[in-house]
C-alpha cells in the first residue's frame, strides 16, 4: 500500500540562503564557540542577530527569555552584525541582509530549524524546538541528502529490504540518509502527526523525502527498491543532470513543496 502526499507541507521554514548554511570552525568569534558549546550540552541555539539596542530588539529579546526561562535545552546567544569578532558567523548566514532584529534557531545537529525576522511569538520559539527525528531530516535535507524516515514498530524491527537496497544502490549511496525512530516514541508523535505517519501499525513506515522539502510520500515496509527510485526520478530528483528527461518530465507537475 502506498500513500502520496500531495498537500502535506514541511513544517518548518527552510529559508533561501539559510539552507546552505554550515557552521565551521575557522574564525570562530564569542557567538560561533557559544554555538558550538550548545550542541555539546545538547542544547537548541537562538541565535538573536541585531544592529543595535533599539526597542524592536529589547523586544524579541524580552520574548526570547520569557519563552526560554525554564528550559535547560536551549541558550540564547546575541550577537552583533557588527561585532568584528563574530563576522564568520554572521557572514555565514548572510545576517546583514536579514531585516533585523532576527533569531535563527539552530537543533544540536547543527539543522537550521527556523529563521524569524523582526518579530516572533512564544508559539513561534517553542514549535521550534523540534524532536530529535525531525532534527535528523532537516539536517539532511539540508546537506542536501536524500532521506529516508523509518518508522519502527519496537527497537528490534529491522529496516525494510527495499529501502535498503535503495541506500545500497550506487547511483544513491553518497546522497541517501536512513534514519530511524521508534513509532511509539511520545518524543517523536507530533513530528509523525505532522508527516501523517501512523503510529499503530505492527510494521514499519517510510516517509521518503528529497531536497530541498520535497514530500515524496508514505510507504509500508513493502515498498521496493524499484518504487522509490521511480518516486525519486517522477520527481525529478534522481541526479544532478539538468538535461535529465526526469527533470523535463517533473518540471509539469512538481510535488508540494515549502
Known amino acids: 500500500m502506498t ?39 545538547n542544547q537548541f541555539s537562538f541565535i538573536l ?16 527569555k520569557s519563552t526560554l526561562a525554564n528550559r535547560i535545552d536551549a541558550v540564547i546567544i546575541p550577537v552583533q552584525i557588527g561585532n568584528t569578532a563574530d563576522q564568520a558567523l554572521v557572514k555565514q ?4 541582509r536579514t531585516p533585523m532584529p532576527a533569531v535563527a534557531i539552530l537543533a544540536p545537529n547543527g539543522a537550521i530549524c527556523s529563521v524569524f525576522p523582526q518579530r516572533v511569538s512564544k508559539q513561534q520559539l517553542t514549535a521550534s524546538i523540534v524532536s530529535p527525528g525531525q532534527a535528523e531530516c532537516l539536517k539532511a535535507l539540508q546537506d542536501n541528502k536524500i532521506v529516508l524516515l523509518c518508522a519502527q514498530p519496537d ?3 529491522v529496516i525494510p ?10 547511483l544513491y549511496v553518497s546522497r541517501t540518509k536512513v534514519i530511524t525512530v521508534q513509532a511509539n ?15 499503530d501499525q505492527p510494521t514499519s513506515l517510510v516517509t521518503f523525502m528529497a531536497p530541498p522539502g520535497v514530500m515524496l510520500g508514505v510507504f509500508n515496509a513493502n515498498v521496493t527498491h524499484d518504487i522509490l527510485a521511480q518516486k525519486l526520478a517522477a520527481a525529478g530528483k534522481c541526479c544532478d543532470d539538468e538535461n535529465c528527461k526526469h527533470h523535463q518530465s517533473a518540471g509539469r507537475k512538481q510535488p508540494v513543496r515549502r
Open 3 to 41: 500513500r502520496t502526499v500531495s498537500k502535506y507541507e514541511l513544517t518548518i521554514a527552510l529559508m533561501g540562503a539559510f539552507l546552505a548554511c554550515s557552521l565551521t570552525a575557522s574564525a570562530a568569534g564569542p557567538g560561533q564557540r557559544a554555538v558550538e558549546t550548545a550542541a555539546s550540552n
Open 49 to 64: 542577530f541585531y544592529r543595535g539596542n533599539d526597542a524592536a530588539t529589547q523586544n524579541m529579546h524580552g520574548v526570547l
Open 93 to 96: 548566514f548572510d545576517a546583514t
Open 155 to 157: 527497537a528490534n524491527a
Open 161 to 170: 529490504i527495499g529501502v535498503r537496497q535503495f541506500q545500497a544502490d550506487k
Open 185 to 199: 516514541d511520545p518524543a517523536e508523535a507530533k513530528f509523525l502527526q505532522q508527516l501523517r505517519v501512523r503510529t
